[in-house]
């Protein structure tokens, strides 16, 4: 199949591309079930880890088979991707033959179907700091055949900072899901920087937001499965399988860590984002870490 890079389009005030606006009408209109559980990210926040995490300890245990056959990306559908000759991500969720299903979205918070909010659903966000998080989102475009071309890093920066990116400005994505889960309950916002910290502390918080009793032997077994180096071993989990993704230019389980972004910024551009991002998040309260 030809893959072919898109360009950037404003569609209702946030940047995309056709992949993720041509089956919009069906995305709106997806009808979400009480138990599903979405997983809502900005782009190169910790989503793939999640995912893994959510679906261990829901089916860990009660479908080990599909660990070791289906790739992460089959049991967690991405809602709103859509590409010829792949099913949608609503006809794929359809398909799944095990509740609660896991949904992965990339939609900022006022894009969110409205099923989702009425069925008063359990939605796990994950936020990273935005260093690091454009610095993983540059080699990502650099490596996925079906974002826009990257161009060089300083352009590449300027554009996340004026929020030229697909799902749109950082910013605006991190702020308007942190200002939802100040009116809505079911929503547990976590930071990648406090999985890296301390997995098992997350694992035990994401249990009790998620109604599990897992046991602490089983969370410890999930931890190490769930470690950066023993996923990027995992055929099933380092997304090698995905066609769009050239490994040529970078693996996908790239680094993991917090405090890249000191490797991509000179001291000019690490100036001028600190004080460009303080203006933009100046009326929240939301907090990163940049290191640890
Ligand atoms: P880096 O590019 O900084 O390495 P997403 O799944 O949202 O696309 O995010 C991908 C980022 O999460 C990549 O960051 C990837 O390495 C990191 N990641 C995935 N699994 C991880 C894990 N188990 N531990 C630490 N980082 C992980």
Known sequence: MELSRPELFDFHGVSMTHYFTDNWDNVQNFKARPDDILIATYPKAGTTWVSYILDLLHFGQTCPERQSSIPISDRVPFLEFFMQGYPSGPEALDAL????????????????????????C?????????????????????MNKVQPKPGDWDSFLKR????????????????????????YSNLHYMFFEDLVEDTGR???????????????????????????????????????TDPVL?????PFMRKGKVGDWKNHFTVAQNEQFDEDYKRK????????RTEL
């Open 97 to 120: 033959p095990t509740s609660p299903r896991l949904i992965k979205t990339h939609l900022p918070v006022q894009f969110v179907p409205k099923s989702f909010w009425e069925q008063n």
């Open 122 to 142: 359990k939605i796990v966000y994950v936020a990273r700091n935005s260093k690091d998080n454009v610095v993983s989102f540059f080699h990502f475009d650099r």
């Open 160 to 183: 996340f900072m004026e929020g030229k990116m697909v799902f749109g400005s950082w910013y605006d994505h991190v702020c308007g899901w942190w200002e939802k889960k100040q009116t």
């Open 202 to 240: 997350e694992l035990a918080r994401l249990c009790s937001f998620l109604g599990l009793s897992t046991p602490a032997n089983e969370r410890e077994k999930i931890r190490a499965d769930v470690q950066f180096d023993v996923m990027k071993e995992n055929k099933m989990t380092n997304c090698s």
């Open 246 to 250: 050239d490994f040529n230019i970078s």
């Open 281 to 288: 998040m100046k009326n929240t309260t939301l907090c990163f």
